[in-house]
């Protein structure tokens, strides 16, 4: 997985280089795509961290995501009391995230008295109710409704102060690096974002991994597995529900955090809206409730399918009207003509197949992709595939 | 005393189910409670355990001085250190001592065997659940514990086993074990060979046995022969009301115990059937209250 990160735009811009180039741009995500997977990986992640390993659904995970882009943002436009205009993202990220999860104590403190659908619904309401202040809370900018956007220099990543070790994100603000190391590698602005953002996925993606293999984190699984007998046997559940919705809110502010350094701007509807939750909800069950990585797959997934379906770069629709013969393109089916039909049901429509592919997923796949590989390999990819392999290889 | 209750009253809506139970315990005893179904029961291990609040009355207990420390240095002196746990939660009754094994099988059902009871070990050691940055297995002594207890409940070689891939004997010895994990100082056990096949009763009656050499029992059992068996004392509840308390054999011969519940346990040779009948009878819904109303009959099936 690590590794596939690293090598991934490189192998995509080397691809791009050779006769495969159209099939590549057609069927593989671009760098853009991948970097979306990257923020929403980590949100999906911390929506996992709580609801796969505890059992309770966090719908209104959005909150935290928007805690952590709107903090940001106004940290970086001056307007948090007590932070100067000028703090180095990496800090404003990380009290972004602390404010996350003091939000998540809130909420928890109230929404952990319920259980269940309960809690789904409440953590939701709370979630809406954040929702439609920020939407008219004027203090964020002049259009509340429109969000904020940085009006400053670009948001960096890497160590705080130490110019040389950090990188400026952003698809049009970002650094790009010419010749990596004297390697003769040249990575672009957006390559160069994708490298930073992603290592703070991967530092969050370890960090949540090594909670869930603490004590602490069996705790939670005990809780999920059987909370009745959890409390029997000693645990102050709530508390460690709480410590893990705080922990779950924390990261998913982080998310929130690199997206709105990537986007320099920030909207309710794309932070705080209870469909960047569905988003996370859909992915998880895609990718596997309960395993960490797999939200992250499940993204890729979806990500790479609205990458397929959408034109912005390659995808089906082009490579069809391309490479298709104009006489297949004029042909007559239903009583349009093919290229019609490519435009309408092909081009941008990734939301309804996704659909559809949610449906099957949750009939037929329930364990998501990564559950179903553990469950096959009997037990973690990384433990098992060399057994596996080795088998093969005799 | 380990355990003392006085006036112990709980009601659901207008029915009593627990009914001013004054009981008491001492350190060492294994004593079992029967009753009818609806008898109250199952809600009086509820009350002990703090999943019900009592309506009225109290309940004390007084584990061993410095737990850890040696059970059997406990007694006499106990009531200096009683503490209230009559509006304890059960995770803080788990922690002052008290564990419980369920009617109904009631366990962590996809983790393995051995983390069922390593979790449960670790419950009690405190801040070691807190430790969000420590690799679960350099904790060896969690685990050495729990390898203890599947060895003496007899299920070492299943360690690894889903649990709920066990058999429904063996989900009820490891409901045992699980329980063991806490280091009780008072160990309840409500119908621990419910559904257990008549062979299987043995082994888990061996098991009480073994576990009741150095803890304090409370056992809830409908096969009167085990009852009359191992007990030190039975006490009888009748309709939410402590009807007698005493040695097997004076219980045995109470004329109020044998009218409402041994159905003749004892002057005639089999009692079986009519315990039975009188079980059905008077079941009400008490239990099933308390129980959230998804209990399953438990030893119905040989009806």
Redesign the interface.
């Known amino acids: 997985m690590i590794v596939g990160f690293l090598l991934y735009p490189l192998g995509y811009e080397a691809l791009l280089a050779t006769p495969a180039a159209p099939l590549a741009e057609t069927f593989l995500p671009a760098i853009t795509f991948m970097v979306v997977v990257l923020y929403m990986g980590l949100f999906a992640m911390s929506f996992d961290f709580v609801s796969g390993y505890t059992g309770y659904l966090s719908f209104g995970h959005a909150a935290f995501f928007g805690t952590g882009g709107y903090f940001v943002v106004l940290a970086a436009n001056g307007q948090v009391p007590g932070i100067p205009g000028g703090t180095p993202f990496m800090i404003t990220l990380l009290l972004g995230a602390v404010v996350a999860g003091l939000l998540a104590l809130v909420i928890g403190s109230v929404s952990f008295r319920l259980t269940g659908v309960y809690f789904a619904m409440i953590t939701l309401g709370f979630a809406q109710v954040i929702y439609e202040l920020i939407r008219s809370w004027g203090y964020v900018s002049t259009n509340p409704t429109e969000g904020a956007t940085v009006s400053g220099d670009a948001l960096a990543i890497g160590v705080p102060f130490v110019d040389a070790l950090s990188l400026d994100v952003g698809r049009l603000t970002g650094e790009s690096v010419e010749n990596l190391l004297g390697l003769g590698i040249d990575l672009s602005a957006t390559v160069v974002s994708y490298y930073a953002l992603g290592i703070v996925v991967v530092v969050c993606y370890f960090a949540m991994q090594?909670?869930i293999?603490?004590?602490?984190?069996?705790?939670m699984?005990?809780i999920r597995?059987?909370e009745?007998?959890?409390?029997?046997?000693?645990?102050?559940?709530y508390r460690?529900k709480l410590?893990a919705f705080a922990?779950s809110g924390f990261f998913g502010a982080v998310a929130g955090g690199i997206f709105a350094a990537y986007s320099r701007s920030v909207a309710p509807d794309g932070t705080f809206y209870f469909l960047v939750t569905a988003d996370a909800l859909i992915t998880t069950i895609v990718g596997g409730f309960g395993t960490l990585a797999g939200p992250v797959y499940g993204t890729l997934f979806t990500q790479g399918l609205e990458d397929v379906l959408s034109t912005e770069s390659g995808g089906i629709a082009t490579l069809l009207r391309e490479e298709l013969p104009a006489s297949v393109l004029e042909a007559d089916l239903f009583g349009i003509s093919v290229e019609l039909f490519v435009n309408t049901a092909v081009d941008g429509r990734a939301p309804l197949y996704l659909g559809i592919i949610f449906v099957l997923f949750v009939l037929f796949v329930p364990n998501g992709i990564l559950g179903t590989l553990r469950d096959r390999l009997g037990g973690t990819v990384g433990k098992r595939l060399p057994d596996h392999l080795r088998r093969y290889l005799r | 005393m380990l355990l003392e209750t006085e006036g112990l009253t709980k009601r659901f809506g207008g029915i009593t189910a627990v009914d001013g139970v004054d009981f008491a315990l001492e350190t060492g005893e294994l004593c079992s409670i029967i009753g009818p179904n609806g008898a109250g029961k199952t809600t009086f291990f509820n009350l002990l355990t703090g999943v019900l609040e009592p309506s009225d009355g109290s309940i004390r207990f007084a584990p061993s001085g410095g737990r850890d420390a040696g059970a059997a240095s406990a007694g006499a002196d106990g009531t200096g250190s009683a503490i209230d746990i009559t509006t304890a939660s059960p995770d803080e009754t788990a922690l002052a001592g008290i564990h419980r094994s369920y009617q109904i099988t009631n366990l962590f059902p996809t983790l393995s065997v051995l983390e069922n009871v390593r979790v449960a070990a670790q419950a009690s050691r405190g801040n070691d659940s807190w430790k969000l940055w420590r690799n679960v297995t350099d904790f060896e002594d969690h685990y050495a514990e729990a390898t203890a207890i599947l060895e003496r409940i007899g299920l070492a070689e299943e360690a690894e086993t889903v649990t709920q891939n066990l058999s429904h004997g063996e989900k009820r010895s490891l409901e045992i074990g699980v329980a063991l994990a806490g280091d009780p100082d008072l160990l309840l056990l409500d119908e621990p060979t419910a559904g257990v096949s008549s062979e299987g009763v043995d082994e888990v009656v061996a098991l009480i046995e073994d576990v009741a050499e150095d803890h304090s029992v409370m056992l809830i059992e409908h096969n009167m022969e085990v009852v009359m068996d191992i007990s030190d004392r039975i006490a009888v509840l009748h309709r939410g009301e402590l009807i007698a308390d005493g040695p097997p054999e004076d219980v045995r011969g109470d004329e109020d115990v044998q009218e409402a519940y041994l159905g003749g346990y004892g002057r005639e040779g089999s009692a079986d059937g009519r315990e039975r009948s009188a079980d059905e009878g008077g079941r009400s819904d008490g239990d099933a209250a308390a129980d959230g109303g998804r209990r399953v009959r438990a030893g119905g099936e040989s009806r």
Do not use: D, L
């Open positions: 090594r909670i293999h603490s004590p602490f984190g069996r705790v699984i005990a597995e059987n009745e007998r959890a409390r029997a046997v000693g645990y102050a559940t460690f410590a922990i």
